[in-house]
Every structure is written in C-alpha cells, then in structure tokens.
C-alpha cells in the first residue's frame, strides 16, 4: 500500500462516501478508496483522547521590499503635496518613482519621508513602483535620507537611498 497525494485522496474520499454521484470507482493499480492509508498527519483524535489546544500561530513574517531604483521627474500638476500634510499648488512639481522588486501589501498606506517632510499621497504609475508628487522642488534636501515606511509602523521602514539627487 501506499500514501497517496492530497488530490488523489480527495477524489478517492468522494467517490468513496458518493459525495460526486459517481458510482464507487477504482483507483490504479485495483486500489478502492477502502484500501488507501491515512496518514498520521490527516487522522483526526480518537473519541476517547481529547483534544490538543492548537498553538498560537506564529504572526507571519513580513518581507521588506527590495528597492531597485528611484528617479525624480518633472511632472505637470497644479497642486500637489507640501510635505507638512498639505495639498498646496504647485510651483515646481516633480514626481519621486520608487520602484521596487515588490511592495508588501499592508493595512497601512507607505509614506515617503525625505528627511523631516512626508508625502502621503501616493499612485502605482507601473506595477511595484509608488509614485509621490512633491509640489516645489525646491523644498527637497540634497542631503537627507530617503524611506518610505507604513504609517507609524518602524520596523516597516526601509531605505530607499541615502541621499536624493534632485534635478535644480
């Protein structure tokens, strides 16, 4: 006898108890549904033993996103975001296109933060790219980190470049 493949023992399990209105068929090999083992793994505990308390599942590991690339465009747009919360028209606009081999999908929306200002308001130009439309230009440090983090969660956040080449 042997262990057979979850698909095989649905099938068998189906037409075993006439679930699909089939009459009762035999597998290869001259195998009926009644002569295929269980495995231990797929039994369920004796009515006499109680049973075990499933454990807490461990939360699932979240993936930070591998950054492969961010450039900064002129865009043309009569408002856009001031970096302090605030939509505010448009001096110098330009789009910032992070894109990534992956976003992981969150509850919390990303923020872009380029030193102390964040960008909030975001669009998928492209699939695994975020694009945020900065209002002037000219309020973006040249020397200031670049992350793009979920809503206040830290230990979501990661570093898209050290410093942002900004075209003047």
Not at 10 to 15: P, Q
Not at 65 to 82: S, Y
Not at 143 to 166: I, K, N
Request: with cysteine; hydrophobic share 45%; aromatic share 4%.
């Amino acid at each position: 006898m042997r262990l057979m493949t979850i698909s095989t023992w649905t099938l068998a399990l189906l037409v075993g108890v006439g679930i699909c209105g089939c009459p009762k068929a035999e597998l290869p090999d001259g195998e009926t549904a009644d002569d295929i083992p269980i495995a231990a793994s797929q039994t369920a505990p004796a009515a006499d033993q109680p049973a075990e308390p499933d454990e807490p599942a461990a939360p699932p590991m979240r993936k930070a996103a591998v950054v492969i690339g961010v450039e900064v465009l002129p865009v043309e747009v009569a408002q856009a975001e001031d970096g302090h919360g605030q939509l505010v028209d448009a001096v110098a606009p330009v789009a910032i296109e992070i894109a990534a081999e992956a976003w992981p999908v969150r509850a919390l929306d990303p923020v872009l933060r380029i030193g102390e200002l964040q960008f909030r308001k975001y669009t998928f130009p492209r699939i695994n790219v975020l694009r945020y439309v900065v209002a002037d230009r000219g309020i973006l440090p040249d020397d200031a980190e670049v992350t793009v983090q979920y809503g206040d969660d830290v230990a979501s956040r990661v570093v898209v470049s050290e410093r942002l080449e900004v075209p003047r």
